[in-house]
């Protein structure tokens, strides 16, 4: 359940709803204030600890993580491509659309930094939020807003509203299987078709209950006294601030100070307070530096096949387009992974036959699309080829595009590999398909 | 205070907005302290209304036009509000999960206190004390919506305990339980009265377990009160109460079908008191139980659904639905599907449409395998009618509901006028065509609901709790109905909670108990193997129970109505 509670009674667990509230504001204050990466894992971590010291399970937020990731991945992959932070003079690692002039989309090292600390910050807040339910019931949550001037209308309204999901669910179950029992189908492939499909044929029953639910929801709340006198209503549980408390607001009320002073407060683009520590620029600078040292341009010539350092002409490229060849190369591989990915999910559960199948169906066509895109690069290969001859155009780092094409090659013959490989990883990750089940014995028939 | 009358409704008539009817026409009631009160009637009898009107629901949330007054304890309803009105009046509702509204049991029995502004010890108090009085303590912090029914019920009736009312009204309590879940809530309920000695107007259909608490016994029909007595005065006359569809016990049934005379006023109304007098009038007679071998004459086709050893289980195996069931059904049968809530009984008769899927064993209907089916595919051999119509009614018109199963199995326009044509008839729809659904009675949303399916033309026809939430009357009509449809040759199967009900229509009865099939076969093996039933906290029909009872004496043990009790009786008397 999404609004799980993990009963508990430590120091954590007993702390009042609205210093769990006021924890929480800080910690998503503190993520927000912060872009660097280096910070927003050490405050991630810091998170994780307070979920350590609250006895709960790591398994827990692990799950919630995984529940959440693909949402995390598309906000990652959104912020490395369109970073709203713009940066002077950025060092491009790749781009996305290489095959064009000029190539578009350029992926930074900038942009990777900032996509990491976006993607923290991204989790801190989710698990932070999921942190504070599993601390706290909803009732107390619910109480601690009536205690900060929330109307109880609106608060009672919450908690119906969550007392009520699973019943919902149970009955949206109910009408499409009711639906189904008379052979209507609504599992197409096509998201448009079938989300018709469920709204036209859900929505109907969905709301004349929803109707006839809501007027016994009030029948019964004005049966039992709702709203006799709201302003002299009493509370069953009660919430009191302790000396705890104060004390973890106050470290909190400390930590946002700290933070404020490292991350530094600036005027009109100017720090009038603060070490002006925690930008991801400065991450980005640190980053940029390892990536054009030596040892680092040793691993892009590894890569090329080529040991740079003894050959005469290696002065004649720049390093930097090396990055771009050495992230091209990446890119193909992860776009390998993706298409592994997908074939791995389709083909999640039927024979390895079958698998290799549809593996290479979504491969061959998949092959020929990357190289319709590489094609215009063709002739500048020849061209240099026959100018320079091989030896000379494998110098002419042309061998840059050989080595494309030759991966481009291999990895197509491993994808559907890769596939079925994937699959089984997808299978282990998402806690997989019981693959057959086996009775136990049974021992209480009598 | 105690000259007071607690209820007082003086010439009392209601017109909900928008209807012509009144709900409630020239009522005149007067309810004294500590009487309890059991007021019955067929459905749309106006005793829902007559209970939202004792705590101001009616006219201050249901609105229309109401003449006459209603008193309680001198304070006129239409002068107060609801939530005045109900510190006085607890109200408990028929639907358990729709009154629950708390996130855990503690809050719900709160709700009610808190809103009165009770200090917050006093509050904790009566939650320990309610909580224990209805046998929730395991679960004081557990969401309502997660028990079972009864037990739902249960914590609904706490609710409305902590708010110490004067005046208890129990809109039919236990008309969406099952048995263990009625059993416990009549159970509380004889409790509270015995306890705590207030008012009480219980709404309820099931008599057998009430009489003996009752002190004044009131029928509406229309809108109008048109009986009003005490039980023994009423239930005196057996058949004007099944006129009005009513069940009268079966033991005072079968005493005033042997002769009034014996019993003079004193027809015996439960079941201790039956066999007590009918000990006095038989001679013990020694020698093996009777038995009845009359068998219902049914001729049986081909088989048509097959499963074997299969299992389903939810939630990665920790809940074990089906352990490992065999059965076979065959053609032309009439099937009754007995067993508590979470006995499997549903999840079952999911496999036959393939709804569901087995997680171990096989499953055939007609023949094939489910695996290699699709739910549509099936859907033309098992129709399957939910309990609630409004979950399966998709149309905005009675033709588009009924068409909407044949336009799902993209047969030809002609085809499809006739199938609608054809279920039209069979219910009576056939000038109201073009009316919608919802403006339909409960009755006959769910007549609808059974058309649109059989217009799929299934062999196989399962019904989940064909009569639940309807009254006598319209659930034996649509009973009747499956009875016919079986004649006709289909293969008809229901899930019930209604032992009279299984032992009225079907020929083979199926009990299950915690996934497992605990006994199967002709009605009347199953019904005299009571000690077996009793595991599964199923009782048999009262007149069963009876004979059973009285075994020594020459009664049949496995009788199934009055009318074969009373050939054995009237030959022994």
Known sequence: MAFEYIPGDDFFHRRDPRTKIFMAISIVIMSVWFNDPVWLISLFIFELLILKLARIPLSKIAGFIRGIFPVAVMYFIFNLILPPVRVADPLVVFYLVFWTFPPLFPITVESVVWGIGALFRFLIILVMIRTVLMLTPIRDLILALTKLRVPPEFALAVSIGLGYLPVLIDENRRIKEAQQARGWEYEFRNPAKRFSALLTKMLIPSIANSMRRTRDIATAIESRGFGYNLRARTYLHEIKMKTGDYLVIFIFLGLLLAAAFVRGLAIGGQFVFGLGLADFQVTARFVRSWVTTPAYSLFVSWMNLIPWSIIPFVNLLPLSYMHVQFGQYFFLLLMGLIVGLIAGIISRGKSRKVAFGINLAITIPLFFGLFYLIWPMLPTTFAVFFSLGWFDAILAQNLNLLIAYLLLIFITVLWPYTGSVMGTIIGRFRGGKKTVFIPPPITDDD | ?573
């Open chain 2, 1 to 573: 205070m105690e000259d007071i009358p607690d209820i007082v409704i003086e010439d009392v008539s209601f017109t909900y907005q928008g209807s012509e009817q009144p709900a409630l026409d020239s009522i005149n009631l007067r309810i004294e302290p500590g009487e309890i009160v059991m007021v019955s009637g067929p459905a749309g009898a106006g005793k829902s209304t007559l209970c939202q009107m004792l705590n101001g629901l009616v006219p201050h949330f249901f609105r229309g036009n109401m003449s006459g007054t209603v008193t309680i304890h001198g304070h006129n309803t239409r002068k107060n509000t609801i939530a005045y009105l109900s510190q006085r009046v607890g109200l408990l509702f028929q639907d358990p999960s729709a009154q629950l509204i708390a996130p855990t049991v503690n809050d719900e029995i709160a709700f009610g206190a808190e809103n009165y502004g009770i200090p917050r010890d006093q509050i904790i108090e009566r939650v320990e004390k309610f909580r224990k009085l209805v046998r929730l303590d395991r679960y004081a912090s557990t969401s309502p919506h997660r028990l079972s029914g009864g037990e739902q019920q249960a914590c609904a009736i706490a609710a409305v305990m902590a708010m110490h009312p004067d005046i208890y009204v129990l809109d039919e309590p236990t008309s969406n339980l099952d048995p263990i879940g009625s059993y416990r809530v009549l159970d509380l309920i004889t409790t509270i009265v015995r306890k705590e000695k207030k008012t009480m107007l219980i709404v309820e259909h099931k008599m057998e377990e009430l009489l003996p608490i009752i002190d004044r016994l009131i029928i509406f029909n229309e809108g109008k009160i048109i009986l009003e007595g005490t039980p023994r005065e009423l239930l005196h006359n057996v058949q004007l109460m099944e006129k009005i569809g009513l069940k009268p016990p079966q033991v005072a049934l079968l005493a005033s079908k042997i002769n009034s005379d014996r019993f003079g006023s004193e027809l015996p109304l439960t079941l201790d008191e039956a066999i007590t007098k009918f000990k006095s009038l038989l001679k013990k007679k020694d020698g093996a139980p009777v038995l009845i071998d009359e068998t219902k004459e049914v001729s049986l086709g081909q088989e048509i659904i097959r499963t074997e050893s299969l299992w389903h289980v939810y939630e990665e195996g920790e809940v074990q639905a089906l352990r490992g069931i065999d059965l076979s059904i065959k053609a032309g049968d009439f099937v009754g599907i007995i067993g508590q809530n979470g006995s499997g009984k549903t999840t079952l008769v999911k496999h036959f449409n393939r709804l569901l899927l087995p997680n171990y064993g096989d499953i055939w209907v007609m023949g094939e395998n489910t695996k290699d089916c699709t739910i549509a595919q099936l859907s033309t051999q098992v129709g399957y009618v939910f309990q609630n119509p409004d979950f399966q009614i998709c149309c905005q018109s009675v033709q588009d509901e009924m068409e909407f199963g044949p336009k799902n199995l993209k047969l030809d326009k002609e085809e499809i006028e006739r199938r609608r044509n054809e279920v039209a008839k069979l219910f009576g729809f056939e000038e109201r065509l073009d009316e919608k659904p919802f403006s339909l009675s409960k009755g006959e949303r769910q007549k609808l609901a059974v058309a649109s399916v059989l217009a799929m033309r299934p062999e196989v026809l399962i019904v989940d709790e064909p009569t639940t939430g309807q009254d006598y009357r319209t659930g034996n009509e649509m009973m009747e109905f499956y009875r016919s449809l079986n004649k006709s040759g289909k293969t008809v199967i229901i899930i019930t909670h209604d032992m009279n009900l299984a032992a009225e229509y079907c020929n083979r009865i199926i009990v299950l108990r915690n996934g497992r099939i605990l006994l199967d076969g002709p009605v009347r093996d199953v019904y005299s193997q009571s000690k077996i039933l009793a595991k599964s906290f199923i009782q048999p029909p009262q007149i069963t129970r009876f004979g059973q009872a009285l075994d020594k004496y020459g009664l049949p043990i496995n009788a199934l109505n009055v009318d074969e009790m009373y050939k054995h009786v009237s030959k022994l008397m």
